[in-house]
């Protein structure tokens, strides 16, 4: 058991690299690739963050969040190329006990996979955190393929809960799907 997660994991076509300054560019062009597909469901994405500039907050935000333990971003990266194809993480804004699990993935690199994995080495290196008794995914009932995810990982469907419409594609239901660790 540790405290905070591996600043890497490796899966078998991805790595999951503790998000640094060094990737600004290519953050920006992975997210400007898929700003139509990002901006239906991540509210961060409305505001068509394309340029490296627009990131440096995060990156800020995400060192921050190592080190105080409330968040671990990463930058998923394919692991023959090289190339970002996505982000995720584990942030502690469930209660005590729980984390959660966000990711996505470069819209040239949907359909093969690689969220299901990527989720699943979040999900593992959860199980390695010291507090935790349960993982939790929530995302909008109109994205369904992260909903197929969820599922694929053995995630059950706990609650859903109305929200404020804010991305393009929002249904206005937030729906929470958790594993227990």
């Known amino acids: 058991m540790s405290e905070h997660p591996p600043v890497e ?3 078998e076509r991805v790595r999951l690299l503790a998000v640094s300054v060094d990737r600004l560019d290519d953050i920006a062009a992975a997210v400007s690739v898929s700003l139509p597909e990002l ?6 994405a409305v505001s ?10 995060f990156v800020g935000e995400s060192g921050a969040g190592w080190e105080t333990g409330k968040s671990y971003n990463y930058t998923i990266v394919d692991r023959v190329s090289d ?5 995720c993480g584990l ?11 966000g990711y996505w993935i470069r819209s040239d690199r949907v359909g ?5 994995e990527t989720a699943r080495l979040l999900t593992a290196a959860a199980r390695e955190l010291d507090d935790l008794y349960a993982a939790i995914i929530v995302h909008d009932a109109a994205n369904k393929a992260s909903g197929r995810v969820a599922e694929k990982l053995g995630y059950i469907e706990f609650d859903r809960v109305p929200v404020e419409l804010v991305a393009l594609g929002d249904s206005g239901i937030d729906m929470y799907r958790r594993l227990d660790l």
Do not use: K, N
């Open 9 to 11: 994991l490796v899966g």
């Open 91 to 101: 942030m502690r804004r469930r209660g005590p006990g729980a984390i959660e699990i």
């Open 112 to 116: 093969d996979g690689l969220a299901t």
């Open 83 to 87: 190339e970002v194809i996505g982000g």
């Open 48 to 57: 068509h963050p394309t340029r490296a500039e627009d990131f440096v907050g």
């Open 39 to 44: 901006e239906q469901f991540m509210d961060w």
